[in-house]
């Protein structure tokens, strides 16, 4: 036995493994990677609605106007509610809108409702 050996068993000091940290290390990589292109995928998919107004037609309905921005060239739809002086839902619609060629499109939607409505909006969007 040499000098060192007898040295390192004294003192408890024994090689390092390698092969552990490098599994780690690829394991901690991969799941980085898979995240972040989860995180890629949702983004090009997610659609975005801005209210830009709304119109108390009658007792019974409200037409809402709002902007889609987001995904181009996939259908997209949106739920649009009416509330009334209590935020409560009145009425509300799912407005299906066609794939277009740009990158925003404006929509209007009437929607019906049970009681008068004292404002309109879009709860939410998706790709359909």
């Not at 004294?10 to 090689?15: A, P």
């Not at 009658?58 to 002086?85: I, N």
């Amino acid at each position: 036995m040499t000098t060192a050996q007898q040295l390192d068993d004294r003192y408890g000091r024994t090689r390092r493994r390698r092969a552990p940290w490098i599994v780690l290390i690829a394991v901690a990589a991969l799941l980085v990677g898979a995240f972040g292109w989860s995180i890629v995928t949702t983004q090009m998919n997610a659609v975005d609605a801005d209210d830009l107004g709304y119109d108390l037609v009658d007792e019974h309905s409200v037409t809402v106007r709002f902007q889609v921005t987001g995904v181009q060239g996939k259908d997209v739809a949106c739920v649009v509610e009416a509330l009334d002086e209590e935020f409560g839902v009145v009425g509300w619609k799912v407005v299906e809108i066609p794939a277009g060629d740009t990158h925003s499109q404006a929509v209007s939607a009437t929607v019906p409702t049970v009681s008068e409505a004292t404002t309109g909006l879009v709860n939410s969007c998706w790709v359909a």
